[in-house]
Nanobody, 125 residues
Framework: QVQLVESGGGLVQTGGSLRLSCAAS????????MGWFRQAPGKEREFVAS????????RYKDSVKGRFTISRGNAKNTVYLQMNSLKPEDTAFYYC??????????????????WGQGTQVTVSS
């Protein structure tokens, strides 16, 4: 079993920045791709960004490209999401996700094996 714990959410003004962190733990946390998804009120959970186990492959939702950066810590059990130039439409509950490594990093909720509890990000206009 894998546990994911997010931190770093909060309230920020338009144009501001936040950094989300996710710490993974479990008996054998090895060879997991990780990612971030978000869910706004009344909407489905959607893909934001993902990264491979070794950090060599990343993918982003088109609307966050150039503003968000996903990265992994040296120990690989931590993943970060640096969010710059935040917009009100980025307001959502952000979830950390993990799945067994495969050829392509995950971009859909169906590919995810484990979810964190989420952290709220609110961008005021």
């Amino acid at each position: 079993q894998v546990q994911l714990v997010e931190s770093g959410g909060g309230l920020v003004q338009t144009g501001g920045s936040l950094r989300l962190s996710c710490a993974a733990s479990g008996r054998t946390f090895s060879n997991y791709d990780m990612g971030w998804f978000r869910q706004a009120p009344g909407k489905e959970r959607e893909f934001v960004a993902s990264i491979s186990w070794y950090g060599t492959s990343t993918r982003y939702k088109d609307s966050v490209k150039g503003r968000f950066t996903i990265s992994r810590g040296n120990a690989k059990n931590t993943v970060y999401l640096q969010m710059n130039s935040l917009k009100p439409e980025d307001t959502a509950f952000y979830y950390c996700a993990a799945t067994r490594s495969s050829i392509v990093v995950p971009t859909s909720t169906q590919e995810i094996d484990f979810w964190g509890q989420g952290t709220q990000v609110t961008v005021s206009s």
